[in-house]
């Protein structure tokens, strides 16, 4: 009989559970804004549409671990690469862009091969990886930021690195 009750409760459990997340804006009397999942009783709540989020490959922690063997396969698949650079934006290069959008596109020679991948990073942090060689990255701040590519493998082990760029974006302000 137990074994039923939480087979069942388990069901049921699942059943409840939203495929994906609602986030609500809701503003009280006082003027105070809060974001949440469920909107309260008595204040009007708005539904607000989330962007999707950008997913990076970090390294498996087995590969770490071994690191003379890691060294070992990094310089064979990085070997065939002779580079990997950047096409846009270019560097020192100044332009606006009033949503912060910013497509880096990157290149290598000879082109991708196998799993591997291209990763932006954007003032050291990834920001994004793609096979196509092509990196949206929404919303960056206004101001100056050092973008570097990377060619990564199927565990996100960095095989080749490219040259760092730097870049201003001008966004318009408030103020302005």
Partial sequence: MNARFALLSGIVALAAFPVSAEVYRQVDAQGNVTYTDE???????????????????????E???????????VQQ?????????FLAPGDDQAFHSGSGDVEFRVTSSPGLRGSH?????LDGQPVGQSASGTVMVRNVFRGTHD?????????????KSGET???TIHRPSVNN
């Fill in 77 to 85: 698949e990085g070997s065939v690469y002779d580079s990997v650079r």
């Fill in 117 to 121: 991948k291209y990763e932006v990073t």
């Fill in 39 to 61: 909107p309260s009783e008595g204040t009007p709540a708005e539904e607000i549409k989330v962007k999707p989020v950008t997913t990076v490959t970090l390294p498996k922690l």
């Fill in 147 to 159: 973008a570097g590519v990377n060619i990564v493998d199927s565990n996100g082990v960095t095989v």
């Fill in 165 to 167: 760029i730097t870049f």
């Fill in 63 to 73: 590969a770490v671990r071994e690191p003379e063997r890691l060294r070992e396969k």
